[in-house]
């Protein structure tokens, strides 16, 4: 996955906190997988982060090709909350 403009970009499900997409953001990019954090929410836009229920719009998005090994990644890690 050198080319990243040829990639075809996914959501994972959604998270509840910015802090738990960062923590799958990174596990990702540790396996070379490229990714992105996006939210519609206003707490996003104003910098604000949590681990809290305050917005559960955070989302990770991933190459589609790759969605089902991320998809594994993500519910590994977050299977405690």
């Known amino acids: 996955m ?3 403009e040829d990639i075809r970009f996914v959501p994972l499900p ?4 910015r802090v738990y997409a960062d923590m799958v953001r990174g596990a990702l990019e540790d396996q070379g ?3 992105y ?7 996003d836009t104003l910098g604000v982060a949590g681990t ?3 917005n559960k719009g ?3 998005f991933v190459p ?18």
């Open 2 to 4: 050198n080319n990243t």
């Open 14 to 17: 959604a998270l509840p906190g």
């Open 33 to 35: 997988i490229p990714c």
């Open 37 to 43: 954090i996006r939210s519609d929410g206003i707490m």
């Open 52 to 54: 809290g229920p305050v």
């Open 58 to 60: 955070f989302r990770v």
């Open 64 to 81: 589609e090709d790759a969605l089902d090994t991320c998809r594994q990644i993500q519910e590994g890690m977050m299977d405690h909350i």
